[in-house]
């Protein structure tokens, strides 16, 4: 297979044109970001902000010249937006509201839950997973976003691979698995790629994810959020009307440090926190069935009380559902009769009882600028 290089890239890039400007996209200095791993190619073009939906062809014809060049497998182009004015805005600002742009929920998308953690390595993604397994298994339409930009697990996880189809050539059909539609960054670039993108790049991609998709009729769509409170989740608040938030934990002090951030920069930005789950909460030897506390245990209820919130349930440390999840086949539909899979289902259904109970049409968050 022959080498890509970014010369050739650059090169099929120069027959881009922005038609205001008539020149091409590379001599303008709109291209950043590339990443080209294995004939998988990946890259920014920025733009004012004003001219996003006029853009659009112009980012297609940008992937198919770079598709066009031999050896290159997949090509992805993310729209970024620059604001200059936000740029060259002094550091001392006057306190102000931002005016919060009026957005539509996902058209056929009845709910949108975040489920986000404010550390990594607390098992959000294979509690993520099982979730929305179990909330397809109470006879809902479920989707999954995986929105780890930079670290996507749901295509493993949920025992996909391969690539997403574009019918029109605009918007993605998501990949689909267990009754489950299916959509992440992993599907478009190899799994150890590394993406070296910077926040505004990411934000661009995951509305792209978000709102390019045909996710047809859902129930709920579950959002796999990045760990910490960054970028994705801010664009996530911002973007659309999230019924709310599910924390996720584990039971020692330094986790809980970090979910306390979570659920504060969920509260701030007017996202009802659903509840919390304590992950990894405890140990039960499958030999001799004795238990251990080996996190600590109980610390994620406590959190819950304290922050008058509701707490949603115990995962156990298990080997089989770490097992289950690295195979693609979570516990939830590998062994749904076991009782792992019975804590799952138990989650889901309060999970559901908060979000028809909150509505899934809350007002857009004010955004306080300091």
């Not at 930005?269 to 001799?288: K, T």
């Not at 989650?347 to 306080?368: C, F, H, Y």
Request: a negative charge; glycine letters at 8%.
């Amino acid at each position: 297979m022959p080498t890509v290089t970014q010369e050739q890239v650059l090169n099929a890039l120069k027959t881009v044109v922005d038609p205001a400007k008539n020149r091409d996209i590379v001599s303008l200095g709109m291209i950043s970001g590339m990443v080209i791993k294995d004939g998988n190619v990946g890259f920014s073009v920025e733009i004012d902000p004003k001219r996003a939906e006029q853009f659009e062809p112009v980012r297609q014809a940008a992937e198919e010249a770079v598709d066009a060049i031999p050896g290159v497998l997949s090509v992805t182009a993310v729209l970024t937006a620059h604001s200059a004015a936000q740029q060259a805005a002094p550091k001392q600002a006057p306190r102000r509201q931002a005016a919060a742009p009026a957005r539509e929920m996902v058209p056929g998308v009845k709910h949108i839950v975040a489920v986000a953690s404010g550390k990594g390595g607390v098992g959000k993604s294979t509690v993520a997973a099982n979730l929305t397994l179990a909330l397809a298994a109470a006879g809902h339409k479920v989707g999954i976003l995986d929105a780890d930009i930079y670290g996507p697990s749901q295509p493993r996880m949920m025992g996909l691979s391969g690539r997403p189809q574009s019918p029109d050539g605009k918007r993605l059909d998501p990949m689909e698995n267990y009754g489950i539609k299916v959509m992440s960054m992993g599907f478009l670039v190899p799994e150890d790629t590394a993406m070296i993108w910077r926040g505004p790049m990411v934000m661009s991609a995951l509305q792209q994810l978000l709102r390019d998709v045909n996710w047809g009729e859902l129930d709920v769509l579950i959002v796999d959020m990045p760990p910490g409170t960054g970028d994705a989740q801010l664009t996530m608040a911002q973007e659309v009307p999230l019924a709310g938030a599910v924390i996720v934990s584990t039971p020692q002090d330094i986790a809980l440090l970090d979910a306390r951030k979570g659920i504060n920069m969920f509260e701030k930005v007017e996202v009802p926190v659903l509840g919390i789950i304590e992950n990894m909460s405890y140990f039960s030897c499958p030999h001799c069935g004795e238990r251990s506390d080996i996190f600590s245990h109980g610390g994620a209820r406590a959190e819950a009380e304290k922050f008058k919130v509701d707490f949603l349930g115990e995962v156990p440390l298990d080997i089989l559902i770490r097992q289950t999840s690295d195979e693609g086949r979570p516990i939830v539909v590998s062994n749904p009769d076991s009782a792992h899979s019975k804590v799952f289902r138990e989650i889901a259904d309060r999970v559901w009882n908060r979000i028809e109970g909150a509505g899934a049409l809350r007002k857009m968050p004010n955004i306080v600028m300091q």
